[in-house]
C-alpha cells in the first residue's frame, strides 16, 4: 500500500469512527485505535467498507475534520468548567478553509464560543461574540434550531428578554418537542414579570414551563 493511498484510509477510518463515536465514552480511543491499527497492518485495510483506496473521490476530506472536531469538542465538554477548544477549534478552522459553506464546523465553531464564554468570570463574559458565532450558522441553514436557542439564551443573559423570546420561539416552532427551550421561554417571560411588572407574561410563564415538565418531567428547573 503507498503512502498516499495510506493517507487516504487514515482520512476514511478517523472521519469514520468519529461520526460513530462522536461524543460517547469511546469517542477518541475508538479514533486512536483506527490510526494504530492502519500503522500495524495497513494490507488489510485495502477496502473499507466496500470502498476502495483508488475511489478516493468517494470522500470529503473536510469532513474527516469535521468529526475529529466534534469528538475533542465533546471531551472538552466533559471537563467543564475547565475545558481547552483550542484543538477542536483548529479542526473545525481547517474545516471551513476546505469547504465555506460548512454547516458543521460554523455550528462547532459557534458552541466552543458559547461554552469558553460560560467558563468565564461574569464580568469577562461577551454574549455579543455567541450571538454573532450563531448568527453564521443561521446564514448557512435559517432553520438550525439550537443556533435560535442560544442566541436566545445569550440575549436573555444580557436582559434583552423580548429579542430572546423572538429566537426561542423561532426554535420552539422548529423543534417542538425540546423541552430546554420551554424551560427557557418561561424564564424570559418570568423575567419580564420581574424587570417591568408585565403581569400578561405571568401566564406565558407557567404555560411554558408546564410544556418543559410535560416533555421531561425531571427539568427540575421548570419546577421552581
Not at 428578554?161 to 430546554?180: F, M, N, Q, T, V
Request: with cysteine.
Amino acid at each position: 500500500m503507498s503512502i498516499e493511498e495510506q493517507d487516504f484510509l487514515k482520512t476514511f477510518l478517523v472521519n469514520d469512527f468519529a461520526r460513530k463515536y462522536s461524543g460517547s465514552e469511546g469517542q477518541l480511543r475508538k479514533i486512536l485505535e483506527a490510526k494504530e491499527l492502519l500503522t500495524e497492518r495497513p494490507a488489510d485495510l485495502v477496502e473499507v467498507s466496500g470502498f476502495k483506496c483508488k475511489d478516493k473521490f468517494l470522500i470529503d476530506y473536510y469532513d474527516s475534520y469535521n468529526g475529529l472536531g466534534s469528538s475533542y469538542y465533546w471531551r472538552e465538554r466533559a471537563l467543564f468548567p475547565h475545558g481547552n477548544y483550542s484543538i477542536p477549534e483548529n479542526y473545525f478552522k481547517k474545516a471551513i478553509n476546505l469547504k465555506q459553506n460548512n454547516f458543521v464546523a460554523y455550528d462547532g465553531l459557534a458552541w466552543i464560543t458559547f461554552w469558553i464564554n460560560a467558563q468565564k468570570i461574569e464580568r469577562e463574559k461577551n454574549y455579543s461574540k455567541v450571538i454573532e458565532a450563531f448568527e453564521k450558522v443561521l446564514q448557512i441553514d435559517p432553520q438550525a434550531w439550537d443556533a435560535d436557542y442560544a442566541i436566545g439564551v445569550s440575549y436573555s443573559a444580557i436582559s434583552n428578554y423580548d429579542k430572546s423570546l423572538e429566537y426561542l420561539e423561532k426554535a420552539a416552532r422548529i423543534k417542538p418537542e425540546h423541552a430546554a427551550i420551554y424551560e427557557q421561554i418561561g424564564w424570559a417571560h418570568y423575567s419580564l414579570i420581574l424587570n417591568s411588572q408585565k403581569e400578561k407574561n405571568f401566564d406565558k410563564a407557567i404555560e411554558n414551563f408546564q410544556k418543559s415538565v410535560n416533555l421531561e418531567p425531571e427539568h427540575y428547573y421548570s419546577y421552581t
